[in-house]
């Protein structure tokens, strides 16, 4: 699936996503829908930046969580289905996970 064809929920406390990418990546809110039980509901698609070759998203949604990569081919941003190239976005991503906050 083509990232951009992607939207990412936040609902009270029960869904939430991280993103991770090895440039910027602006995150758009696209819609607010609300919703009778749980309140609002906001909807967000994620823009990369022209240097930005890879993103991924950590989804946690009632307790499960859901790791998904994209990969820049041909200028738009692929889902990553290879395990090699998983295993490389994911190693990036602990990486940048235990660098020290400024």
Not at 32 to 48: D, H, K, N, S, T
Request: charged share 30%; aromatic share 8%; net charge positive.
């Amino acid at each position: 699936m083509n990232l951009a064809e992607c939207r990412f929920t936040h609902a009270g406390q029960d869904v939430r996503f991280t993103v991770f990418a090895d440039g910027t990546v602006a995150t758009k809110l696209e819609d607010v829908i609300r919703m009778e039980l749980i309140g609002q509901a906001e909807i967000y698609r994620l823009e990369p930046s022209q240097k930005t070759q890879w993103v991924s998203v950590l989804e946690n949604s009632q307790g499960k969580l859901l790791s998904r990569a994209w990969a820049r081919f041909k200028g738009d941003f692929f889902e990553v289905r290879e395990p090699r190239e998983l295993k490389r976005i994911q190693a990036a991503v602990e990486r940048l996970s235990v660098l020290p906050r400024h």
